[in-house]
Structures are given as C-alpha cells and as structure tokens.
C-alpha cells in the first residue's frame, strides 16, 4: 500500500505538477493489526490520518457496520435539519412537492451502500428517518400519526393511489438489492481475479458457503422483497445495464405487489354493505397526477384547506376531527345516527360519514352548487385544453342539436370542411354512492363506465343523427377518467407536436389542470358542506382565518425639489382678451370686508430714555435698564399689512385680462407678479396689489 502511495504522488507529481500533501491524506487500515505504530515504522508519514473503523469515498460509507452506522446516523440528520426547515413553509404544496421531490431522495444513494433492512444494525435510524419523512403528511392532515394504511398510501407512488414519499422501508431493499446486483455484473468483467466475492444474490442459498459479506445481505434483501412480491427475483436475472433502471424494475414490482396489500386492508376496514374505501381507493388510483403538479399557476395551485382535504381523502383518513358526538349537516341537517338506505332499506354505514362523502352527494341535491364547484370548471377546462391545442371548440354552444333541445358542453370542431364534430358532455360520478359502492369497490372505474352508459343513451342517437361523434366526458370523484377520455386527450395532443416528447408533455400539462380542477372542485363543495355538531351551542368551526399577503412595502418616493414659482409669460393683449377664463369664474361674488384677524398686531414702539449727559460734578450712572423688544418684533412692525397705504387701489382692467395662474391667492387679495394691463413692467419683478372687484 505504501508503495500504491508513493507511486500514486510520483504520477500526480509527474504529470499533474502537483504535490500530494501528507497531512491531508487518510489510511484506513481495517485489519486490527495495523495500528499507527505499525504504519509509521513501514514509513507511512507520521502525520496522516489513521483509522481502523472506516472512511468515506464518493459518498458511501467503507468500514465496519459501527461506522457505517454513525456516518448513516449523520446523514440522516442532516435530512431531518432540511424536514424542520421545511415545515416553516406556509404553503402545504411547497412542503409536500420539496419533500417527496427532493428531500427524500438525498436517501437514496445511502440505501444503495448499506443494508438498510437489517433491523438489528439500522432498524432505529430507520424508524426515526420514516417518522420524520412523514411528519410532512401528518402535518398536513393533521393527523398524530398514521395507522397501518394511511401510512402504507403514503410510501406507494401516485399511480397506485399513493402519495409519493419514499420511505426508508419501502426504499432500503430495492436500492441495496439492485446496487449490488449491478457490481455483481460489472465486476468480474473488470476484475476477473475477483470473481468470487460477489456472486449473484438469487444464487446464494443456505447451505452456500462461504459467503461474503456484502452477497449475504444482498441475499436477505432479496428474501424480504420475496416476501411482499414473489416474482421479485426476476428482476434481476438479466439486469439492465443502468442501476437507476434496475432499482426502479425492482421498485415496480414490489410497488405493485404493496398496491394489492393496501386493497386488501382497505376491505378489512369497509364495511361489507359499503366498502367506501375500496372503491374510493381504486378511483384514486386514476390521479397520478395531481400531487406531483407544481403550483406555477391558478390551475395548479392549492390554497391550505384544499390541499388538507384533497390529501386526506387521498390517503382514506377521516376529515371530520371528532367522532364520538352526534353531528349534523350544516346543509340538509341530517345526522350521523341516520343509516344509508340502499334501495330505501337501511344499511349499516351511517349517512353522514367522516370523510367527506356525504357533502358530495349533498351538494348534488342542492340545486346547481356540484356543477358550480366540480362539473363547470373541469368543462372549461377541456374547452380550454382544446383552444391550446389548435383545436377549434365552441363551449356550451346552444342551438347546437338539430333533433333535441340539448345543450352539449363542448363542441370540438375536429373535422369543419366536412361538418363534422365531436359533441362532448361531462359527467362527474361519485364511486361511494350507496347503489354503487359495491361495484365500484370490484371493478376499478365502474361508476365512470357506468356515467358512460347514461350519457351515451341520452345523447347517442341525436349525434349520430347529425353525423356527429359523440364522447362523453366521465370523470370520478377520486380522479380517475374513463377510457374514452383518455384516449380522447391523447388524440388532441397529436395536434400539437410530431415528436413523442411534445406530445407526452402536452398529455402531461393536460391532465395535470384537469386532475387539479377536478380535485379542487370536489373540496370547495365538502367545504361549502361542513358537519357541525348536533348540539345547539356548537358552531362550525372554519380553521384558521386566512390573512392573506401582507402589504407591499411603502414605495419610495424621490423629494420633489423646491422650485421657484414659474413667471408667467407676457400675453399680448389681443391673445389674452381673446381666451376665456378657465380657472377663474366669470362672475365672483363680491369679496367680504377684511379680517380683523388679518391685521398683524402693531408691536409698540420701544422708546428708551434721554441719555444723560455726564456732568464732572455727579459721576456717571447707566440709564435704568429695560427688557425692550427683540430685534425680531422690531422688524415685524414694517412689512405688515395694515400699514400699506390705505390709498384706492386701480382695479383689474377687465377679468379676462388678469394674469391667469401666475399668482397666488390669500383670502380677499390677489398679489399679482406681473403689472395690470396697461402699465408697464416694472423691472426686478415689483409686486402689485389688487382688490378683487
Ligand atoms: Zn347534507
């Protein structure tokens, strides 16, 4: 090694003009007979770094499991800093988009150097990094923490009804699993000499021996991911030669495998006349879209209450926070001790739930306000998707069926040379309802083909009538679209682009507002319908009032410097006699006498005594002194007003001939700076005094 050493600083010296620096390098030595003493009398430089336990190179940990232990530990505290900084955040969508999109992943290239599943090693840094991950949901559901389910939702991604978080157990597995069937591939090539200490995981069984250590936990990774996905072992036969690919293969297939287990807790908690969350589940499962949208704009962007709900309905958790008192619907006042009548037979489930399914049926009664929230805007939207598109639409065209009164929601003009149209109209469906509830919960989007079936009777033969193509528009409460739809959306984006990418990031832009107004729609209408308390003295209660953005910062305002007045310019006398008067009327009213209080008072004259002139006889005094006036009273008795010479002042030859706007005014009088018409301008600028008539 020491050889290694030298060698290496002869190169770097060589043919990088450099200078290794002894006291910045690092021995790891693991064999415990290397202690210092032993390296410096092999010549190592006595002052570089010795350990025995491990180091770190490219990120990872190399050493014993205590050191891998302590270097994971700090790691991990250091994401548990950035989680307490983010929950300073006043936007839950910030919160939730930084931590599932870049937070939890500063994770992953830790999992890929360690065994992460091993409990006895990690299991408690394991646990601390989980709760921590998912103190950002709590948070926001307001929730303590999460039962078995709940917390299962939150670790599967968007496409199977989860919320994106990857967790350290959901994590750990595939990412030991797939980093070292990775070397296990790519080593032997390199190093054929050392074939031998990575054999293949799923080769490696019980009675195998010996077995290194790396290929043992690798092992036991792959027996723990058999146990939530049997065919996890396939993954890995022919590995892609990308390990980001690898782990996300092996991810898939467990991710799946989990999507099965939270299906059937869903229906260990349901009822068995109304499983609400399977069905609820299996609608959710069609949004992969709405927690991964980034809020750049009014489409995408949550307000606090809407986020808390859409993700509480999201990972099947109650919204009503108490359960034990009777409550009642601030709407239709039905109370949570009714039973939900299927067929107008009573079943066990109550009408008035905890997660807000009752308000959606609510608000459909209420006449009008579900099309308000929820059915109009996703329809303006489609008409929107279709504008940018290039896709000529009219929205809500009346008029529009030849052979009906029907008014469609939009018309997409694919085809307008020939005539022909796409008449669509939009159905919003409720997977929970009680007729529906059961179904829905066996068929992922049975309440979405079965809003197919109605439009379709509805509107079918009048369409095909007029040579139109029918498309009915059906979307669930959950998010999930119907087929058709989909198909529909995707055909648009071929209008758009020829390049796949393009294509694929319209789709994505599209379905993007489409799932966040759909989303946003379903909690403003379980907003507009919250359960209250069925006590008289209870009154709902709203959360916290939003403030709103402070106020702008007071802008700063440059001082207007003082000017002097402007002179007024000399008008000819045909031009000013010429111009009426803007600013002065025609006729004043005749001006009142003048204010006693505009009189400066006269400050009396100080007279001091007759000097005495000293005779040799008497010696001399000083006259008696007196406090006599300042200076300033002195001066102030020759400019006053009232001792101008109360001679006539000449009036103003003719109104429209005064000097407009030049002057400033001061009660009864006009001081004019400029000489009445007719006289001529006095030099230095003399100021003339004139009684308005
Ligand atoms: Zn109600």
């Known amino acids: 090694m020491l050889e290694a050493y030298r060698r290496w600083a002869y190169l770097y010296s060589k043919d990088l003009q450099g200078e290794l620096r002894s006291d910045k390098s690092f021995v790891y030595a693991p064999s415990p007979n ?7 009398k092999l010549g190592f430089p006595a002052d570089m770094k010795f350990s025995q336990d491990g180091t770190r190179v490219l990120g990872a940990p190399i050493g014993n499991d205590s050191f891998k232990a302590q270097f994971a530990s700090n790691k991990v ?8 900084v983010l929950a300073l955040m006043p936007s839950f969508q910030a919160q939730h988009l930084i931590a599932t999109k870049s937070i939890a992943h500063r994770i992953n290239h830790l999992l890929r150097n360690i065994p992460g599943g091993e409990i ?20 926001i559901c307001h929730q303590i923490s999460f039962q078995a389910l709940p917390r299962l939702l939150c670790s599967l991604p968007q496409a199977h009804g989860g919320l994106g978080y990857r967790t350290w157990a959901s994590t750990c597995d595939s990412a030991f699993l797939a980093a070292y069937t990775h070397i296990a591939h790519t080593f032997p090539s390199l190093f054929p000499q050392y074939k031998d200490r990575y054999p ?12 290194p250590r790396q290929a043992y936990f690798a092992s036991r990774a792959l027996a723990r991911l058999r ?14 030669p990308s390990l980001r690919e690898l782990q996300h293969n092996i991810t898939s297939n467990t991710d799946s495998a989990r999507a099965l287990l939270a299906t059937a807790l869903c229906h260990d908690i349901d009822a068995p006349d109304h499983p609400r969350h399977a069905a609820m589940y299996y609608s959710n499962c069609g949004d992969p ?32 926070p108490n359960t034990r008192e009777k409550r009642r619907c601030s709407c239709c006042k039905i109370t949570s001790d009714t039973r939900l009548e299927v067929k107008k037979k009573p079943i066990s489930y109550p009408a008035l739930d905890l997660y807000g399914d009752h308000q959606v049926l609510c608000m459909t009664k209420m006449k009008g306000l579900r099309a308000s929230r929820w059915h109009d805007p996703v329809v303006r939207m489609i008409h929107r998707i279709s504008k940018a598109a290039n896709i000529p639409s009219s929205y809500e065209p ?36 009680a007729g529906d509830c059961i179904k829905c919960a066996q068929t992922p989007g049975a309440a979405n083909d079965e809003g197919t079936r109605q439009k379709n009777s509805k509107w079918l033969s009048a369409t095909t009538a007029q040579r139109d193509t029918f498309l009915p528009f059906c979307i669930e409460v959950g998010g999930r679209i119907s087929t058709t739809s989909l198909d529909f959306l995707r055909n648009l984006s071929f209008a758009t682009s020829n390049t796949p990418s393009d294509r694929a990031a319209f789709l994505t832009w599209a379905l993007q507002r489409i799932h966040c107004t759909s989303q946003r729609g379903v909690a403003q209408m379980i907003h507009a319908c919250p359960s209250i308390r069925a006590d008289n003295h209870e009154l709902p209660f709203g959360g916290l009032v939003p403030l709103g953005l402070p106020p702008p910062p007071p802008a700063f305002r440059r001082p207007v410097p003082c000017h002097p007045p402007a002179q007024p ?8 006699l010429a111009l009426p008067d803007p600013q002065i009327p025609q006729a004043l009213p005749p001006s009142p006498p003048l204010s006693p209080a505009f009189h400066f008072p006269i400050l009396p004259a100080h007279t001091y005594p007759p000097p005495v002139d000293p005779t040799p006889d008497q010696p001399f005094t000083d006259p008696p002194w007196s406090v006599g006036p300042s200076p300033t009273q002195v001066d102030n008795t020759i400019p006053v007003m009232a001792d101008l010479p109360q001679e006539p002042i000449p009036a103003l030859p003719t109104r429209a001939s005064s000097h407009i706007g030049a002057t400033r005014q001061n009660q009864d009088q006009l001081y004019f700076s400029g000489p009445p018409l007719g006289l001529p301008p006095e030099p230095g600028g003399a100021v003339y005094l004139h009684d308005l008539p």
């Open 289 to 320: 879209h709405t927690f991964s949208s980034i809020p750049i704009d009014a489409d995408t962007t949550f307000t606090n209450p809407d986020f808390a709900t859409i993700m509480a309905r999201r990972l099947l958790i109650q919204i009503t």
């Open 200 to 211: 293949q995981a799923q080769f490696i069984t019980a009675g195998t021996s010996p077995v």
């Open 34 to 40: 290397l202690t210092k003493e032993a390296l410096l």
């Open 569 to 576: 310019p000399a008008w000819p006398l045909a031009a000013a």
């Open 398 to 433: 009346s008029s529009y069926m030849i052979l009906s009164n029907q008014r469609p929601d939009v018309v997409i003009h694919s085809d307008p040379l020939n005539g022909q149209a796409i008449v669509m109209d939009c159905r919003t469906n409720d997977p929970t309802l």
């Open 227 to 240: 146990s939530v996905s049997p065919t996890a072992a396939e993954t890995i036969v022919t590995p892609p």
């Open 77 to 84: 505290d250091a994401i548990l800093k950035d989680l307490d």
């Open 120 to 139: 006895d090693l990690l299991g408690d840094l394991a646990f601390r990094y989980d709760n921590a991950l998912l103190l950002v949901p709590n948070r």
